[in-house]
């Protein structure tokens, strides 16, 4: 997918969420786009050979627009985040941490101004959330955490393509580790079957082939 292509798709998913709140000055699809070539000029090689992007962005605004974005600046940075997410799963790009957009006001800006620096950013730790389609959020921490029908498991799916002890999610000192537990249809990462994978930031994990949930780093 080339650049333009993303910039659409990104325009739609930014604008059709706050971007129609606003009128003049600099619009949220403009961060956007910047995010997004900021991403496209920073791929280096990972040391596994996949491309890697950066995760980190400074958006720096005038002041006026900045404060014009106050009522919806944490939905904004939050739609940011998941374009830049949805971007690197199309392109085959990885993160080394979790996807961060701040948005700070520079005195130096005038309005309709912007600039965006971009850098890779490890994980400060292992932390990580689990967010189900039912809207329901798990905290992982220092333990094990599994996955299945079984009334036992730490979280229970109603679901007869997934197994009684389906997956389970470990600490690994620096992040988490997802592992299939012999289960009859598979685990899946975003639409690649696994056995064991550790967990990247914006990873949408499946099991048995019905039961999504995305994780996020951070």
Known sequence: MGLRSIERRLERFVEDSVGRFFRGGVRPVEISHRVTREMTDSRSVGVRGQPVVANHFSVSLASVDLARFADVQESLVRELCDAARETARDEGWVFMGPVQVELTADPALRGGG????????????????????????????????TLGRLSECTITFDDSNVSREHASIQPDGTGFVLCDLGSTNGT??????????????GDRICLGGTTFFEFRAG
């Open 114 to 145: 912007l600039s965006v620096v971009a850098r890779m950013k490890e994980a400060d730790g292992g932390v990580g959330v689990l967010h189900l389609v039912n809207g329901h959020q798990v905290v992982l921490g220092e333990f094990v955490l």
């Open 188 to 201: 899946l990462v975003n639409d690649v079957p696994v056995a064991r994978h550790r967990l990247d930031d």
